[in-house]
């Protein structure tokens, strides 16, 4: 009897451990065990996004942007094509964020679970980069690879890049700010092609989000259109 509560005590000592243990990780970086799950959907969601690029454009693409002789009427016309084929769940692009720790990640379609646990989440609700309008994008700070956890160290000025397949875009940000859940007018339309990422805040916590505004500053086709 003696033995079993020595062995008890152990795995009880073993298991505080490990739980301070993991505890600890997620305060200081993320956390461990959906930042696992999260690589390997990561890593999944880079070799869809190889794939697309790889058989980007089509020739009904090509064809649809023949007669057009502005770049960025080309991009609006691509941008809607390509939003009209694509589905929740599905790599659409790159985001690339210097000033967020080097954020550089494939960015999902939709912002449902399923989708952020693999990285980045474009609203549904909102246009694609070219269409015009304001792109959400969202992403988890403390789970599954916290794409987003330096999100409030982006300020006035920084650059942030998306890449999609039909072209490249450069947004400079405007302002952050700190809103409820429930303001949607974050991603309404202000006239001009507008950024806005959201994530959680502050850290481990619901109650707020907190906005990066940015604004489109260059655009680029993408070769091959």
Same mark, same amino acid.
């Given at each position: 009897?003696?033995?079993?509560?020595?062995?008890?005590?152990?795995?009880?000592?073993? /298991?505080?451990?490990?739980?301070?243990?993991?505890? +600890?990780?997620?305060?200081?970086?993320?956390?461990?065990?959906?930042?696992i799950?999260g690589?390997?959907k990561?890593?999944? /969601?880079?070799?869809?996004?190889?794939?697309?690029?790889?058989?980007?454009?089509? /020739?009904?693409?090509?064809?649809?942007?023949?007669?057009?002789r502005?770049?960025?009427?080309?991009?609006a016309?691509l941008?809607?094509?390509?939003?009209?084929?694509?589905?929740?769940?599905?790599?659409?692009?790159?985001?690339?964020?210097?000033a967020?720790d080097g954020?550089?990640m494939?960015?999902i379609q939709?912002t449902?679970?399923?989708?952020?646990?693999k990285?980045? +989440?474009?609203?549904p609700?909102?246009?694609f980069?070219?269409?015009?309008?304001?792109?959400?994008?969202?992403?988890?700070?403390?789970?599954?690879l916290a794409?987003?956890?330096?999100?409030?160290?982006m300020?006035q000025?920084?650059?942030i890049?998306?890449e999609?397949?039909?072209?490249?875009?450069?947004?400079?940000?405007?302002?952050?700010?700190?809103?409820?859940?429930?303001?949607?007018g974050?991603? /309404?339309?202000?006239?001009?092609?507008?950024?806005?990422? #959201?994530?959680?805040?502050?850290?481990? #916590?619901?109650e707020h989000?907190?906005?990066?505004?940015?604004?489109l500053?260059?655009?680029?086709?993408?070769?091959?259109v």
């Amino acid at each position: 009897m003696r033995r079993f509560w020595h062995i008890l005590s152990i795995a009880l000592i073993t /298991a505080g451990l490990v739980v301070i243990a993991d505890v +600890g990780i997620t305060l200081a970086y993320k956390e461990p065990l959906s930042s696992i799950y999260g690589s390997i959907k990561q890593g999944e /969601a880079e070799a869809q996004l190889e794939d697309l690029e790889a058989s980007y454009p089509s /020739a009904q693409d090509r064809q649809a942007v023949a007669n057009v002789r502005s770049d960025p009427q080309r991009i609006a016309i691509l941008a809607r094509r390509f939003a009209a084929t694509v589905k929740t769940g599905q790599a659409i692009g790159r985001i690339v964020a210097p000033a967020m720790d080097g954020l550089n990640m494939v960015v999902i379609q939709g912002t449902d679970t399923a989708s952020l646990e693999k990285g980045p +989440g474009h609203y549904p609700e909102t246009p694609f980069p070219g269409e015009g309008g304001t792109v959400g994008i969202a992403g988890h700070r403390t789970t599954y690879l916290a794409p987003f956890r330096h999100i409030d160290s982006m300020q006035q000025g920084d650059t942030i890049k998306l890449e999609m397949p039909y072209g490249t875009f450069v947004y400079r940000v405007q302002k952050t700010e700190v809103v409820d859940p429930s303001d949607v007018g974050i991603v /309404a339309k202000v006239g001009y092609e507008r950024l806005v990422l #959201s994530a959680c805040h502050p850290l481990y #916590s619901a109650e707020h989000r907190f906005i990066v505004f940015a604004r489109l500053i260059h655009e680029r086709i993408a070769g091959g259109v």
